[in-house]
């Protein structure tokens, strides 16, 4: 079949799990044609015939959401949107797709409604639109208006493919869980323990560099500033796809934000997880308490010395519970193969989609 495949730009979760879902529909003969902006287009244009677009980019100050920011970039990128969402337009029409897969990508989303296409949602957000769960008293506004953003953005899939670390029940019998997609990168590893702690910081958040210095007796090495330089037990690392995955494998402890990928490879790999989630951003809000409700690490909104000997204190606790987790490497090394997301998409698109477009019958 004629697929477009649109991926969200933001970060760099989304564009890795489409590479790998991408490699697999072409293995089975489907033509794909991506459609990503910023980091999701650089990663996938070097792989696949891949559309660049402009998105919709969240702005953070200190490890915070900045609304004024964000609201500001994006009105500011709307006449660049508008004429995206008509280039768009014509590629569907010059391409001629017969199915759209949607990684929280908007454009994509909307132009297969419009043009009557059958549409599947393949991300980790909708197990927040489609999946019960319960959150903390004081997070309900922000699960409510996550649940609309989400719904918002990708306004009515004909099948839902969500992944997630934490199964709950189902709202519907249109949405199906899967584990964490993993890249093919991360399943050629095998862990370590070298010492070190791998730190990842999507923005500049000085708190927590200055909390790494008071403890001269451990070693972090910290990516996402994109510079190679060494301050007392910090060394900073230069943006290396192969050197990340590395230090991943043989750190000891990861330090971070509550970013789904990551976190879905350092439990993989069996790494106990510090995470200090982006504050006003919900999803990795959840994240941070799924964490620990699996007894995998410690979510923390943010830095302080103690905070960090705490975690230290119980990494011991945390490998054990690590050590029980099914898709962890020691438990199941064919995680990384992702084989029951594929084998849907397999069920869904073969037969010209047949099941698929059963799924569309009933909207």
């Given at each position: 079949?004629?697929?477009?495949?649109?991926?969200?730009?933001?970060?760099?979760?989304?564009?890795?799990?489409?590479?790998?879902?991408?490699?697999?529909?072409?293995?089975?003969?489907?033509?794909?044609?991506?459609?990503?902006?910023?980091?999701?287009?650089?990663?996938?244009?070097?792989?696949?015939?891949?559309?660049?677009?402009?998105?919709?980019?969240?702005?953070?100050?200190?490890?915070?959401?900045?609304?004024?920011?964000?609201?500001?970039?994006?009105?500011?990128?709307?006449?660049?949107?508008?004429?995206?969402?008509?280039?768009?337009?014509?590629?569907?029409?010059?391409?001629?797709?017969?199915?759209?897969?949607?990684?929280?990508?908007?454009?994509?989303?909307?132009?297969?409604?419009?043009?009557?296409?059958?549409?599947?949602?393949?991300?980790?957000?909708?197990?927040?639109?489609?999946?019960?769960?319960?959150?903390?008293?004081?997070?309900?506004?922000?699960?409510?208006?996550?649940?609309?953003?989400?719904?918002?953005?990708?306004?009515?899939?004909?099948?839902?493919?969500?992944?997630?670390?934490?199964?709950?029940?189902?709202?519907?019998?249109?949405?199906?869980?899967?584990?964490?997609?993993?890249?093919?990168?991360?399943?050629?590893?095998?862990?370590?323990?070298?010492?070190?702690?791998?730190?990842?910081?999507?923005?500049?958040?000085?708190?927590?560099?200055?909390?790494?210095?008071?403890?001269?007796?451990?070693?972090?090495?910290?990516?996402?500033?994109?510079?190679?330089?060494?301050?007392?037990?910090?060394?900073?690392?230069?943006?290396?796809?192969?050197?990340?995955?590395?230090?991943?494998?043989?750190?000891?402890t990861v330090i971070a934000t509550a970013g789904f990928t990551l976190m879905s490879e350092a439990m993989y790999l069996q790494k106990p997880y510090l995470a200090f989630p982006m504050q006003g951003q919900f999803e990795q809000e959840l994240n941070g308490l799924c964490l620990e409700e699996l007894g995998f690490g410690m979510s923390?909104?943010?830095?302080?010395?103690?905070?960090?000997?705490?975690?230290?204190?119980?990494?011991?606790?945390?490998?054990?519970?690590?050590?029980?987790?099914?898709?962890?490497?020691?438990?199941?090394?064919?995680?990384?193969?992702?084989?029951?997301?594929?084998?849907?998409?397999?069920?869904?698109?073969?037969?010209?989609?047949?099941?698929?477009?059963?799924?569309?019958?009933?909207?």
């Amino acid at each position: 079949m004629r697929l477009v495949y649109g991926v969200s730009g933001e970060g760099s979760g989304h564009s890795s799990r489409a590479k790998e879902m991408g490699v697999h529909l072409m293995s089975q003969g489907h033509e794909v044609r991506f459609v990503s902006y910023d980091r999701g287009f650089r990663s996938l244009n070097s792989l696949f015939d891949c559309v660049e677009i402009e998105g919709l980019h969240i702005i953070s100050v200190e490890n915070k959401v900045s609304m004024l920011k964000t609201l500001s970039h994006n009105l500011g990128a709307l006449p660049a949107l508008i004429r995206s969402y008509r280039k768009l337009k014509r590629v569907f029409r010059d391409y001629q797709p017969e199915c759209v897969i949607c990684d929280f990508e908007p454009m994509t989303a909307r132009l297969a409604k419009s043009f009557e296409l059958p549409l599947i949602s393949l991300d980790n957000q909708h197990r927040m639109r489609y999946m019960h769960y319960e959150a903390p008293k004081s997070l309900k506004i922000d699960q409510w208006i996550t649940e609309r953003v989400i719904a918002m953005m990708v306004p009515k899939p004909d099948v839902s493919l969500a992944t997630t670390f934490f199964f709950g029940e189902l709202k519907n019998s249109k949405t199906f869980l899967f584990p964490p997609i993993l890249r093919s990168e991360v399943g050629a590893l095998m862990p370590s323990d070298k010492g070190h702690h791998l730190v990842y910081l999507t923005g500049a958040y000085q708190a927590v560099i200055d909390m790494l210095k008071r403890f001269p007796e451990e070693r972090f090495l910290v990516y996402g500033y994109d510079k190679d330089a060494v301050d007392g037990n910090v060394s900073y690392r230069p943006f290396s796809v192969q050197g990340f995955l590395e230090d991943l494998a043989s750190a000891r402890t990861v330090i971070a934000t509550a970013g789904f990928t990551l976190m879905s490879e350092a439990m993989y790999l069996q790494k106990p997880y510090l995470a200090f989630p982006m504050q006003g951003q919900f999803e990795q809000e959840l994240n941070g308490l799924c964490l620990e409700e699996l007894g995998f690490g410690m979510s923390v909104p943010r830095a302080h010395e103690s905070s960090l000997s705490h975690f230290f204190a119980q990494q011991g606790q945390y490998r054990d519970a690590l050590a029980r987790y099914e898709y962890g490497i020691s438990n199941c090394p064919d995680a990384s193969k992702n084989i029951a997301i594929c084998a849907k998409l397999d069920e869904l698109l073969g037969n010209d989609a047949a099941l698929l477009k059963q799924f569309a019958s009933h909207q």
